[in-house]
């Protein structure tokens, strides 16, 4: 037996907070009764939960880590025909989504899963889980550029946290440098936009981790299922608490 709430961002409905609205609101459902009361417990397995009248899924829970090519896209479809990730996940049969977003020009570490609250847990701004990427940029930035990124830069939607930064590769002949840098948050396009705002576009940009997991020598387009404990490690390090960033 399960909290409500728990049972219903699981399956994908919404964060645990807003499910609890759901519950107060009047909108699910237990074996035809309607529950208000929070903490309200059902079995997933036995009982048959609805919300808004919708009966809610119960999959076997899949969690996955895939290295997304470039030019795919992580949306469920594309109107203009683009390749998505699902046509990557042929195998899988249960309806997974990404976990936060890679845009279509972005390769690399691209979690996936059915499990809405794990989903919720590690894209969370509040959570502040590390994402680490491999960034070729335009030019070679000064030392005192990348300085601006470590303390945090102003973008259009605000002051970025501070970020860590180092210089990996530096090709004078092409005139790029490749750097890796580890972001705590996940706003859209956000190394790209950092990069810009110090003069330096991004070339080509790869995630190579996420919280402790790397991407290692998974090939690109494949996918693996998570082990118990890699799970269990992602869930510990956005659990954990963390010192203030700004
Ligand atoms: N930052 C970006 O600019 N793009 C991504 O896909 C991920 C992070």
Redesign the pocket.
């Known amino acids: 037996m399960e909290r409500l709430q728990k049972i219903l961002a699981q399956a994908g409905i919404a964060s645990r907070r807003k499910c609890e609205d759901l519950i107060v609101a009047g909108k699910v459902e237990v074996n035809g009764e309607v529950v208000t009361t929070l903490g309200t417990k059902a079995d997933p397995d036995q009982d048959i939960i609805t919300v808004s009248g919708r009966p809610i899924r119960n999959e076997k829970k899949v969690y996955l880590v895939m290295n997304k090519p470039k030019g795919v896209i992580t949306s469920a479809s594309d109107p203009e025909g683009r390749k998505i990730v699902s046509d990557y996940l042929r195998d899988i049969k249960e309806r997974v989504y990404p976990v936060g977003?890679?845009?279509y020009d972005?390769e690399g570490l691209l979690l996936l899963t059915n499990d809405g609250e794990f989903a919720n847990l590690l894209t969370h701004p509040k959570h502040h889980v590390p994402k680490t990427?491999m960034a070729t940029v335009k030019g070679v930035p000064h030392g005192t550029e990348l300085d601006k990124l470590k303390q945090g830069i102003m973008l259009d939607d605000g002051m970025t946290a501070p970020a860590d930064v180092e210089y990996k590769d530096i090709d004078t002949a092409k005139n790029e440098a490749t750097i890796s840098i580890t972001i705590h948050e996940g706003r859209n396009?956000?190394?790209?936009?950092m990069f810009e705002a110090i003069s330096h576009p991004v070339i080509k940009?790869k995630?190579i981790s996420f919280g402790e997991l790397l991407l290692q020598n998974l090939k690109r387009g494949l996918f693996r299922h998570l082990t118990k404990n890699e799970v269990e490690d992602l869930i510990k390090l956005a659990k954990s608490p963390k010192l203030p960033r700004k």
């Open positions: 977003r890679l845009d972005t990427y396009r956000q190394v790209r936009r940009l995630r």
